[in-house]
């Protein structure tokens, strides 16, 4: 598959020092205590003005779901699912459930319009780089060690090589550096 014809996919995260993106129970309590200046939103906003899609797991769109308002006004947002998901009401026409490969997926989201993909979700960041799909990835750590959760890296058939392009230390203490992800051999 031409990998120039797919849209670019992208990941925004942040993790505790020690790698994980929240406890095993979902819980993001430890990243809380970070509270962001007036006015500063660690770049999210700049992020998101570049992406039209975003493609995240049943379990990470579950927790998105406990945060009140929905979060992704005016963004194509597909959940992955091989066992399908309950989408409220009111998100019936904003949310698609589909249960592709990461290859296929992307393949589908170009087909029909997708440029630039936002990926969240532990598994299915995952799934994504082991499918060498992922061009860039922002990851904010927060100067906590949690011991246990759901990491955000998995096992890789391969090293997977990134080039460092930025990193930015924040008032509150997060550390963010901005990595893209070298083509394999």
Do not use: C
């Amino acid at each position: 598959m031409n990998s120039a014809s797919l849209p670019d996919a992208a990941v925004f995260i942040a993790t505790s020092l020690d790698g994980y993106i929240a406890r095993e129970d979902g819980a993001l309590d430890w990243l809380l205590h970070y509270e962001a200046a007036e006015g500063e939103d660690h770049g999210y906003a700049d992020f998101m003005a570049t992406i039209d899609t975003l493609v995240m797991g049943r379990k990470t769109f579950e927790k998105v779901l406990t945060f009140g308002a929905w979060p992704y006004q005016g963004a194509r947002v597909v959940v992955l699912s091989a066992r399908g998901v309950e989408v409220p009401e009111a998100l019936a026409s904003r949310v698609e459930v589909l249960a592709l490969e990461p290859a296929a997926l992307l393949q589908h989201l170009g087909a029909t319009g997708s440029r630039r993909v936002y990926v969240d979700g532990g598994q299915t960041i995952q799934r994504f780089l082991q499918a060498g799909l992922i061009r860039e990835m922002i990851i904010t750590r927060a100067p906590v060690l949690i011991g246990t959760g759901i990491p955000l890296f998995g096992v890789l058939s391969q090293d997977l090589n990134l080039e460092h392009m930025s990193t930015q230390a924040f008032a509150n203490g997060l550390i963010q550096s901005r990595y893209r992800v070298l083509e394999r051999a």
